[in-house]
């Protein structure tokens, strides 16, 4: 059982374009979605995260747009870098009922070309 | 902020054999995760710690795997008698309450 859908697969975006990434997610219990960043060998590492109480949530290049109706939230990262080419992960987790374990999408492989 | 260590890095060992992972997390966090992540895949949750505690099990964590975090601090992850199909990486995160989880590099276990 999938709780947590993500597309697509992988991206390929030139320098400087806008990346889009998008989950969406099944259990209406979920109230914590963080992004996270792997590097080959590495282990995730977070990016930016939103409580469905806002709409949208921006830190630097990378915002998060959040449609609690539609159950799907999405990873926008402006002006990409070559520095940015890594494996996206969306998650979910029940964090105001003590349940924090995160339930992780497939992932999605971003390649920046010049 | 050492950041969350974990040790070895990469395991390789025969089929049938015990392996035993290490994972030291950030030392003011009292929660601890272990998630497994396959070639291609998102981690998946196998259990996690608040303090000593294991307060939850995923079902994918069968009767040859044990985890234990005596004394709070440190955790350890054993796989008896392993399976090809164990083969993945073994990740390990800490967090405070209500704050975000940060992993480790991950263990990677390669089963011959």
């Known amino acids: 059982q999938q709780q947590v859908k993500q597309s697509p697969q992988s991206l390929i975006v030139q320098k400087g374009g806008i990346s889009i990434i998008n989950c969406a997610y099944e259990?209406?219990?979920?109230?914590?979605f963080p992004w996270y960043q792997q590097f080959p060998g590495k282990g995730p590492a977070l990016l930016i995260a939103?409580?469905?109480?806002?709409s949208e949530k921006k830190e630097g290049r990378f915002t998060i747009s959040f449609n609690k109706s539609a159950k799907q939230f999405s990873l926008h990262i402006m002006d990409s870098q070559p520095g940015d080419s890594a494996t996206y992960f969306c998650?979910?987790?029940?964090?105001?009922?003590?349940?924090?374990?995160?339930?992780f999408g497939t992932g999605t492989r971003l390649t920046i070309i010049p | 902020d050492t950041g969350v260590s974990q040790n070895p890095r990469h395991k390789i060992t025969k089929r049938g054999q015990n392996v035993t992972f290490r994972c030291d997390p950030i030392s003011e966090h009292n929660r601890l995760y272990w998630y497994r992540q396959t070639l291609g895949q998102g981690p998946e949750f196998l259990t996690y710690f608040q303090n000593e505690a294991q307060l939850e099990k995923s079902r994918l964590l069968s009767d040859r795997f044990s985890a234990e975090r005596p004394k709070g601090s440190f955790s350890t992850l054993e796989i008896q008698r392993t399976e090809q199909g164990d083969s993945a990486m073994y990740l390990c995160?800490?967090?405070?309450?209500?704050?975000?989880?940060?992993f480790g590099d991950g263990t990677r276990l390669s089963i011959l």
């Open positions: 259990n209406t219990a979920f109230d914590y």
């Open positions: 995160a800490s967090s405070t309450p209500l704050m975000a989880q940060h």
């Open positions: 998650a979910a987790s029940k964090v105001l009922v003590g349940n924090e374990k995160l339930t």
């Open positions: 939103i409580r469905p109480d806002v």
